[in-house]
């Protein structure tokens, strides 16, 4: 038997965020501590595997502590520990699965090793918990008031009605990875389509630090695309098969770097460290703009096929990439039905989404032994379900 309300502790290091949470029951946030390296990972524009894991072994016991005491719960109170497995940076992810591991035996508690990219989909299952005077007062998971995502967009709707329903279609896309998975149910799903290079995520990366709009590069080109044109410059969308849901963001890439080159006047050989420099402010504004119209349409493309050809009951979009207010406009502007997203918190990494999902894991009973735990750098969301 379970216990009437659960509450999962969630361990995140897969790129460079040390993170730590509590979820009861697979949704309501208790705590939620995320300790980020972007400031030292900037000064090099990007991140360093070695510092990152470095950072984690500094961070991450003080991150656990904190989840606990924001929660105001002690170890008797938790039932159990989820920790990314997988996929990310190797030495990120030891870290993490270490803690997990001998925590999970210190206390004597269940673990549950979760896929990274499966557990973004879970923030669109989260919620706050309101405001309690003391912790015995920690509410069941039908008595908390719905937030969040698209809901404050739509107006009032019922409690029940903000949690995500099956079939659920889901535009994964952050800075590793770039799919879009069709769940009939938690556990059961289909891989609909992925990247065949580059993440999306990764592509707005990339581009930023051509254009010279530093780390991390998805939000600063946001905000430079507002200033351009997305018509300035018609990039290449590929194609990968006509009924093929994948895509591909290297062609794009090449495209932007090809036409900065020509814009100062240069030839392919010049290196993409030089272009920031010799563009004009208008230059950069109109290339990422235009880049960013090409590669949200490209997106948007494939999950309005996904979604004719499946009718599924809520579309939601995963990943740091969900952050995309361009995005969101775009697929708002163009599906028929609204779209869930997270707020920004819980869009890019955190632990919340792994102890969320950590909570479905402890329903089926899918718990992994301490000493079998794996950490996978490349683990792949498998279809389950035809
Ligand atoms: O999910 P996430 O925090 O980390 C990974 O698991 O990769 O995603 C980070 C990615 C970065 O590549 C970042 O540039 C991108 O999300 N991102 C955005 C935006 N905000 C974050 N990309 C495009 N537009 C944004 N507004
Ligand atoms: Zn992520």
């Given at each position: 038997?379970?216990p009437?309300t659960?509450n999962?502790?969630?361990i995140?290091?897969?790129?460079?965020?040390?993170?730590?949470a509590v979820?009861?029951?697979?949704?309501?946030i208790?705590?939620n501590i995320?300790?980020?390296?972007?400031?030292?990972?900037?000064?090099?524009?990007?991140v360093?595997p070695?510092?990152a894991a470095r950072s984690?072994?500094e961070?991450m016991l003080p991150v656990?502590q904190?989840?606990?005491d924001?929660?105001?719960?002690n170890?008797?109170?938790?039932d159990?520990i989820?920790?990314?497995?997988?996929p990310?940076l190797l030495?990120?992810?030891?870290?993490?699965?270490?803690?997990?591991?001998?925590l999970?035996?210190?206390?004597?508690?269940?673990?549950?090793?979760?896929?990274?990219?499966?557990?973004h989909?879970?923030?669109?299952?989260?919620?706050?918990?309101?405001l309690?005077?003391s912790p015995t007062?920690?509410p069941?998971?039908s008595s908390?008031y719905?937030?969040?995502?698209?809901?404050?967009?739509?107006g009032?709707r019922?409690?029940?009605?903000?949690?995500?329903?099956?079939p659920?279609?889901?535009?994964i896309v952050?800075g590793?990875?770039?799919q879009i998975v069709?769940f009939?149910?938690h556990h059961?799903?289909?891989?609909?389509?992925q990247?065949?290079?580059?993440?999306a995520?990764e592509?707005?990366?990339?581009?930023?630090?051509?254009?010279?709009?530093?780390?991390?590069?998805?939000?600063?080109?946001e905000k430079t695309?507002?200033n351009?044109?997305?018509?300035?410059?018609i990039?290449?969308?590929a194609?990968?098969?006509k009924?093929?849901?994948?895509y591909s963001?290297?062609?794009?890439?090449?495209?932007v770097?090809r036409k900065?080159?020509e814009l100062?006047?240069?030839?392919?050989?010049t290196?993409s460290?030089?272009?920031?420099?010799l563009?004009?402010?208008q230059?950069?504004?109109?290339l990422?703009?235009s880049?960013?119209?090409?590669?949200?349409?490209?997106l948007?493309?494939?999950?309005?096929?996904?979604?004719?050809?499946?009718?599924?009951?809520t579309v939601?979009i995963?990943?740091?990439?969900?952050?995309?207010?361009?995005?969101?406009?775009?697929?708002?502007?163009?599906?028929?039905?609204d779209?869930?997203?997270?707020?920004?918190?819980l869009c890019?990494?955190?632990?919340?989404m792994?102890?969320?999902l950590?909570?479905w894991?402890?329903?089926?009973?899918k718990?992994?032994?301490?000493?079998?735990l794996?950490?996978?750098?490349?683990?792949?969301?498998h279809?389950t379900a035809h």
């Amino acid at each position: 038997m379970y216990p009437r309300t659960m509450n999962i502790l969630g361990i995140e290091t897969s790129c460079d965020e040390t993170a730590a949470a509590v979820v009861q029951d697979g949704r309501i946030i208790l705590s939620n501590i995320v300790a980020s390296q972007i400031d030292i990972h900037a000064q090099f524009g990007g991140v360093v595997p070695e510092i990152a894991a470095r950072s984690h072994i500094e961070a991450m016991l003080p991150v656990v502590q904190q989840a606990l005491d924001q929660a105001q719960l002690n170890w008797d109170q938790i039932d159990g520990i989820a920790v990314t497995a997988g996929p990310g940076l190797l030495g990120s992810l030891l870290i993490g699965t270490l803690t997990a591991r001998t925590l999970a035996e210190l206390h004597h508690k269940p673990l549950y090793a979760i896929n990274h990219v499966e557990a973004h989909v879970y923030a669109n299952f989260l919620q706050p918990a309101p405001l309690l005077s003391s912790p015995t007062e920690r509410p069941s998971a039908s008595s908390v008031y719905p937030m969040s995502s698209a809901a404050s967009d739509r107006g009032s709707r019922s409690q029940d009605s903000h949690q995500p329903q099956f079939p659920l279609l889901a535009l994964i896309v952050s800075g590793g990875h770039s799919q879009i998975v069709l769940f009939q149910d938690h556990h059961h799903y289909q891989v609909l389509g992925q990247t065949q290079d580059d993440a999306a995520g990764e592509a707005f990366d990339k581009i930023a630090k051509l254009l010279g709009l530093g780390f991390p590069g998805g939000p600063a080109l946001e905000k430079t695309a507002k200033n351009g044109n997305p018509t300035a410059y018609i990039f290449p969308k590929a194609k990968l098969g006509k009924d093929s849901l994948d895509y591909s963001f290297s062609g794009v890439k090449t495209a932007v770097l090809r036409k900065a080159q020509e814009l100062v006047g240069k030839d392919h050989t010049t290196h993409s460290s030089a272009l920031a420099a010799l563009l004009t402010e208008q230059q950069k504004n109109d290339l990422a703009a235009s880049f960013q119209k090409t590669v949200i349409d490209t997106l948007v493309d494939r999950v309005l096929i996904a979604y004719e050809r499946h009718h599924p009951q809520t579309v939601v979009i995963a990943g740091g990439v969900a952050a995309s207010q361009a995005l969101r406009n775009e697929l708002k502007r163009r599906l028929p039905i609204d779209i869930n997203y997270a707020p920004m918190n819980l869009c890019t990494d955190n632990a919340a989404m792994i102890a969320s999902l950590g909570y479905w894991y402890a329903l089926n009973g899918k718990t992994t032994d301490p000493h079998d735990l794996v950490a996978d750098s490349s683990l792949q969301m498998h279809s389950t379900a035809h």
